[in-house]
Each structure stands twice: as C-alpha cells, then as structure tokens.
C-alpha cells in the first residue's frame, strides 16, 4: 500500500494498546497513573518513527506537530486516559486514528498548515472527579483553586498526583499557548450511545455537546408512624419526589432533551417511617440554551404542582451548569463530506457526553467531531465495542476530514 492509509493498522494499534494497558476488566488507563504514563511512552514510541516534534505542555498534555508551510495548525485530538474497568476505545481510538493520519500526511511531504496531534491529559476525570483537566487547561478555563482540594479514594490529594507526573497545578494554565495557532480541530470518538447503530449508520457529524442543568431538588414533608398515619393525612416527601422523577422524563421527551434522577436519598430512610425529608438530583441536557432553560422552568413549576399536591414543601439547589456548546457549521459540514465520501450516507447528531471538543471550541477555536458507532450504546464499561470495519471507515472519515480542512484553513 505504500504510502497510503493502513487503517486496518489502528485497529492492530488499539487491541496492542488494550494488552499493555489493560486486564481483564477492561481498560486501567487513569490518568495520572504509571498505567496511563506506560500509555503515553508507547505513544512516544510510535510517534519517534515520524519526522514529528513532540512535547508534553505545563497541563501534562502531549503534543506531536508535523511541521507546515504555516505555523498556522490544525489540531487533531483525543485521550489515552480511561476510566476504570473502561473500554478499549474510548479517548485512544481518537489519539491512534489521528497517529495513522499523521503518518499519511507525512509521507506526502509538507502540509499547507502544521498538523498536531494531541493526547489530552485526564479527559475522564476517572480519580479526581473533575472531567477535561488538560484541555481546560489550555483552553483557559481551569480554576487551580476549584481543584486544589480534590483527592481521589486513596486519599491522593490532586498537586500532589500532578506533581508525580511532571505537572504543577499552579502553572498548568501556561498550556494555554498551545492554542495559540490553532486554525481549526477535530475530534474523532465513539458515540457512546445507542443513536447511529439504530440508523444503522457507521458515522455521524457531531453539531456540538449539549448543555447540563444539574440540581439538588430536596422535597420537605412531615416524617410520621408508618402504621398509625393515614392515607389521606400523610406529607410524603418521597411520594412527590417520585411523582416529581417520573414527569421530568415526559419534559424532556417533548422538548428533544434527556434528564435523569440519577439519585435518591430519604430520611428518615426506615421501613416503618413516612419520609419527611427526599432528596433526589436532576441532571438535565439540550443542545439549545434557551430549551434547557424552559426545561429548568417546567420542571420547577411541575415541582411546585406536586409539592402543593402532596402537601410538602420544594427547595432547589444547582449544582452545577454548563451551555451548550455549538460546533462550527462549516467543520460540521466538511466532516459530513468526508462521512459521505467513506460511508455513502451522512448524518448529523448532537452529542450528550461532554468532549475535549467543547473546550477547545469555547476557547475560540472552530471546531468539530465525528462520531463511529458504538454497539449498543455501551461505554465506560470492557463491553464497549465498536465493528473493525466501522473503526477503519472511522480513520477514513477523519483523514478525509483533516484533507478538506487543511483546504478550508489554507483559504481562510
Ligand atoms: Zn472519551
């Protein structure tokens, strides 16, 4: 084949990756582990057989750039870090199908604009809870002191994690000038989700990440003798709390979205109590800022009909938002062409998890990503899993894809 893309070699690359790094229980690639630097060595190892400069930036990212007529660059990313017990696909097959275009480029000279490719450090946030470190870093948006305080369940403080791999929290934001020329990126990653292998499509283009409301929606009512208290004399947090879970889902469902009760706690938490007091958190996400508001809206006005109904009381708490992020139509558009080029059929979807991508994007960059199918939906777990053939179309699509945006960029 010569020159040409071997995809069938990051297929080869991912399963040589699971053995080093992996068990039987999946993937144990957490970032800031001897596991996940084993990782980044063999990565290492591959990219010193490109004519490539590589380095690890202040946020502990890695970085190979393939030097261009322009210092201008087009950034191609994803992550080696996994969560624990994860898959063999998730954030690597991103990092290796950017590592076989490198080689494609490379071997027919010099591009019109640098090309880099990017591991990101801790994507997954798998120990410390805090998802996207590295590219947030870069993009900006890390607060030292948000994370300073984080342990993992050893009781690993986070400085001191960073500080075993090189990186001190303080002046991870240096990364930052990593972004500097960055012209345009893209992001290859498995859907994680159940969408395009009910379509029955390889491939999809990814408008952008959805926003999140997340609260803490705590329902007050009177705890009371489970034996003694009638039916119609009761203040039963817990009863307007499950009423509450089971009406988000039609509010999400008329308005596109997704929400989730993801938890539940009531107090007194006994088989011979009414609950006085239920807790429950509410996650929920749109791609479109002004929908998730009114989503927000519904559910707290739903909240007060069922609290007034059941005769407690609803107090709520956010926990956490973020807006969507919207990726940039014209990328969008290139990928889709490159998806119709390697699979016959394009479509456009939002994603729910976050991504590297968003980041990136809200950092100004234009940026984009291509989703490949995952089998039944599943990630996060060994059972994620994608066809070998749909991974070598995913290759294709991204190659084509870095081709027509080094095109679009050089005419910027
Ligand atoms: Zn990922």
């Not at 990092?95 to 494609?104: D, M, N, Q, S, T």
């Not at 591009?111 to 120990?127: N, Q």
Request: aromatic residues 4%; contains cysteine; negative net charge.
């Amino acid at each position: 084949m010569g020159n040409g893309l071997q995809t069938r070699r990051t297929v080869d690359e991912l399963r040589e990756l699971q053995s080093l790094t992996g068990d039987g229980n999946g993937a144990q690639r957490l970032c800031w582990t001897d596991t996940w630097l084993r990782a980044r060595e063999w990565l290492a190892g591959k990219l010193a057989e490109l004519p490539v400069q590589t380095e690890i930036d202040q946020a502990g990212n890695q970085w190979a750039t393939l030097a261009g007529e322009s210092d201008r660059a087009l950034l191609i990313g994803g992550h080696l870090d996994s969560v624990a017990d994860g898959g063999w696909l998730d954030g690597c097959l991103n990092v290796l199908a950017g590592l076989e275009v490198l080689r494609h480029l490379a071997a027919q000279g010099r591009p019109p604009l640098s090309v880099r490719l990017v591991s990101w450090a801790d994507e997954e946030g798998a120990r410390f809870g805090r998802s996207l470190f590295g590219s947030s870093a870069a993009a900006g948006h890390l607060r030292p002191d948000e994370v300073r305080g984080l342990k993992d369940p050893a009781g690993v403080a986070l400085p001191d994690a960073l500080a075993a791999c090189g990186v001190q929290l303080d002046t991870a934001g240096d990364s930052q000038s990593q972004l500097s020329n960055a012209a345009a990126y893209l992001e290859l990653h498995i859907e994680q989700g159940p969408v395009l292998e009910r379509l029955g499509l390889p491939l999809g283009a990814v408008l952008g990440t959805f926003g999140v409301e997340r609260h803490l929606v705590r329902f007050t009512g009177q705890s009371a003798h489970a034996g003694s208290t009638p039916m119609d004399a009761r203040r039963d947090a817990f009863a307007a709390a499950a009423r509450f879970a089971l009406d988000i889902r039609d509010i999400a469902k008329g308005a596109g979205g997704v929400s989730t009760v993801g938890r539940v706690v009531t107090r007194p938490g006994i088989v011979t109590a009414i609950a006085g007091l239920c807790e429950v958190t509410l996650d929920q996400r749109h791609l479109d800022v002004n929908t998730l508001g009114a989503m927000l809206a519904k559910a707290k006005s739903v909240g007060a009909s069922i609290a007034a109904a059941e005769n407690v009381s609803v107090e709520w708490e956010r926990i956490w938002r973020i807006d969507p992020v919207h990726f940039h139509s014209e990328l969008i558009g290139i990928c889709e062409q490159a998806i119709v080029e390697v699979a016959g059929h394009g479509h456009r979807l939002p994603s729910g998890p976050l991504h590297d991508a968003a980041e990136v994007a809200r950092a100004g960059v234009p940026a984009a990503m291509i989703f490949v199918q995952s089998l039944r939906g599943l990630s996060h777990t060994k059972d994620e899993d994608t066809r070998p053939e749909y991974i070598e179309l995913a290759v294709s699509a991204l190659d084509s894809a870095v081709v027509r945006t080094l095109d679009w960029a050089r005419a910027r």
